[in-house]
């Protein structure tokens, strides 16, 4: 069973709006830092937003700071991303992460679970 499951991708125009989600099976993700990383065809994983369990403190990643917005709810178990104002260099697979024992919240190896991946395409 994989513990995260991404859904809402899809295809949008440029300038605008879209929301994918994240939910989390089982009580593991308690206490778990969530993030959102995407990868565009050829390119690194790339940090995109990051929030933590008790204060839901985010982080962003700076190509998306001022239009993309992460929240949580952890009744729900359930991590959110509402992307606006996107533009064509948005496109990519994005995914959701969980860690537990997260320093800087931009490095994909300090995330422990992740879900399979979402496509979004941002057309021009």
């Known amino acids: 069973q994989v513990p995260l499951v991404e859904s809402g991708g899809g295809l949008v125009q440029t300038g605008g709006s879209l929301s994918v989600s994240c939910a989390a099976s089982g009580s593991r993700f308690g206490n778990s830092v969530m993030a959102w990383f995407r990868q565009a065809p050829g390119k690194e994983y790339e940090f995109v937003a990051a929030?933590?369990?008790?204060?839901?403190?985010?982080y962003y990643g700076d190509s998306v700071k001022g239009r993309f917005t992460v929240s949580r709810d952890n009744a729900k178990n359930t991590v959110y991303l509402q992307m606006n104002s996107l533009k064509p260099e948005d496109t990519a697979i994005y995914y959701c992460?969980?860690?537990?024992?997260?320093?800087?919240?931009?490095?994909?190896?300090?995330?422990?679970?992740w879900g399979l991946g979402t496509q979004v395409t941002v057309s021009s």
């Open positions: 929030i933590t369990w008790k204060s839901h403190t985010t």
């Open positions: 992460a969980a860690g537990q024992t997260i320093l800087t919240m931009s490095k994909v190896e300090e995330y422990e679970y």
